[in-house]
């Protein structure tokens, strides 16, 4: 059974930094995009970063140059590195690849 489960969330100070983690089981991933999507209140999901099977990364306009996606090369785990937070980036972060999703994981940033 896959599951991909989501950790490392929290309440962060803006400016502050927080680190996401991911941690699929039940198969690899290897040749697949794994990635971060978010959900804040009141909008609608959307991608945060993605890296694919090739290693090539995608990010929202939004957090590049503060939040930084790296995986494993089996893809059984992926991060998010996220600095310089700031209140527009309080939401629940969700791990996904091909149609497998976490739980996710909630992000509040306080001013």
């Known amino acids: 059974q896959v599951q991909l489960v989501e950790s490392g969330g929290g309440l962060v100070q803006a400016g502050g930094s927080l680190r996401l983690s991911c941690a699929a089981s039940g198969r690899t991933f290897g040749s697949y995009a794994m990635g971060w999507y978010r959900r804040a209140p009141g909008k609608q999901r959307e991608l945060v970063a993605q890296?694919?099977?090739?290693?090539?990364?995608t990010y929202v306009d939004s957090v590049k140059g503060r939040f930084t996606i790296a995986d494993d090369n089996d893809k059984l785990a992926v991060t998010l590195q996220m600095n310089n937070l700031s209140a527009e980036d309080r939401a629940v972060y969700y791990c996904?690849?091909?149609?497998?999703w976490g739980k996710g994981t909630q992000v509040t940033v306080s001013s």
């Open positions: 996904n690849v091909i149609n497998f």
């Open positions: 890296i694919d099977g090739g290693g090539r990364i």
